[in-house]
């Protein structure tokens, strides 16, 4: 696959087969409309487009919304679209300027004359164009004119992308990653460094990795115990994930950090990827430190059973 950071560095297609969208998650529902066009493509001896955006258009339209939480990091949903067998993935950079382009001027410079669109697979909800007013009815309009063609994503295909992704975030945020598993079609996971921490969890006897997630716009999962699987150096390790503030020892700020299992290296500055796979139990504030490392104890060898 290639990526592209801008619609400048892409070289007009002769016969590109393009979807439009955020694809957060690239979830179940995105994998439908992805092997659609993928179907389309090969049979029309096309390449396969998918134009999304970043920053999120609503991080750029409503600045002061902190609470835009989406389920990939940028590289993340790369990577997921990779293994799915996009050929070119351009990421625009979303701005005002951008947004404020009449819906004609969006389908002639850059979905015909910079992208070389021949077929479009997009919803009946897709908006573009200043004020977001050019949607399906233009492209129909405007597909003979400029010689491509819309095929049109089922209403009830679309509604069921927009259900997902709420309901894989509510999921997320409610603990409930069994559900958001299902919904994505594979394990929510988090990619950050690895950073030296205060070895509280060495003290406790159960050390942890640290991760450090630097955009602050993912979401992270509830607060809790959770069981998980961590990715280092193309090697994944079982392990027992903790999200809190280890409220026990009076902490304050909100940690991300993951007892791996049968695993002694140094891996400090290194980046990882941790795979959810159970949440186990909320984070609770215990009484003593000897508590606490008694429930610990139990945490873990309720982790190494749903881990297998």
């Given amino acids: 696959m290639k990526i592209y950071h801008s619609i400048d560095e892409f070289v007009r297609l002769k016969n590109a087969v393009v979807t439009i969208g955020t694809f957060d998650g690239v979830h179940v529902g995105h994998r439908k409309i992805i092997a659609g066009i993928k179907e389309l493509a090969e049979s029309s001896g096309g390449e396969t487009v998918l134009l999304t955006f970043f920053p999120h258009p609503r991080m750029i339209l409503h600045p002061e919304d902190e609470s835009i939480k989406l389920i990939n990091t940028i590289n993340e949903k790369a990577g997921l679209l990779e293994e799915?067998?996009?050929?070119?993935?351009?990421?625009?950079?979303?701005?005002?300027?951008?947004?404020?382009?009449?819906?004609?001027?969006?389908?002639?410079?850059?979905?015909?004359?910079?992208?070389?669109?021949?077929?479009?697979?997009?919803?009946?909800?897709?908006?573009?164009?200043?004020?977001?007013?050019?949607?399906?009815?233009?492209?129909?309009?405007?597909?003979?004119?400029?010689?491509?063609?819309?095929?049109?994503?089922?209403?009830?295909?679309?509604?069921?992308?927009?259900?997902?992704?709420?309901?894989?975030?509510?999921?997320?945020?409610?603990?409930?990653?069994?559900?958001?598993?299902?919904?994505?079609?594979?394990?929510?996971?988090?990619?950050?460094?690895?950073?030296?921490?205060?070895?509280?969890?060495?003290?406790?006897?159960?050390?942890?990795?640290?991760?450090?997630?630097?955009?602050?716009?993912?979401?992270?999962?509830?607060?809790?115990?959770?069981?998980?699987?961590?990715?280092?150096?193309?090697?994944?390790?079982?392990?027992?994930?903790?999200?809190?503030t280890r409220p026990t020892i009076n902490g304050i700020r909100r940690n991300i950090e993951v007892n791996i299992f049968d695993f002694g290296k140094e891996i400090y500055n290194q980046q990882v990827s941790m795979e959810f796979y159970n949440f186990v139990r909320g984070d609770m504030k215990f009484d003593s430190l000897d508590k606490l490392i008694a429930q610990i104890a139990k945490d873990k060898v309720e982790v190494e059973k749903l881990l297998g």
């Fill in 84 to 244: 799915l067998g996009i050929d070119h993935l351009i990421i625009t950079p979303f701005s005002r300027d951008f947004s404020n382009q009449s819906a004609e001027e969006y389908i002639r410079d850059v979905l015909v004359n910079k992208i070389g669109t021949k077929k479009i697979v997009i919803g009946y909800d897709h908006r573009f164009g200043k004020d977001r007013l050019g949607g399906l009815s233009d492209l129909l309009r405007l597909g003979p004119v400029y010689g491509f063609e819309v095929v049109e994503i089922p209403e009830q295909d679309i509604d069921e992308v927009a259900i997902s992704s709420t309901r894989i975030r509510s999921a997320l945020i409610n603990g409930e990653i069994e559900l958001a598993n299902t919904c994505l079609g594979y394990p929510f996971f988090i990619t950050g460094r690895v950073v030296r921490g205060d070895q509280i969890g060495r003290q406790l006897g159960y050390p942890t990795a640290n991760i450090v997630i630097p955009e602050t716009y993912k979401l992270i999962p509830s607060d809790g115990i959770f069981a998980a699987k961590v990715k280092i150096d193309g090697v994944k390790y079982g392990g027992m994930a903790y999200i809190g």
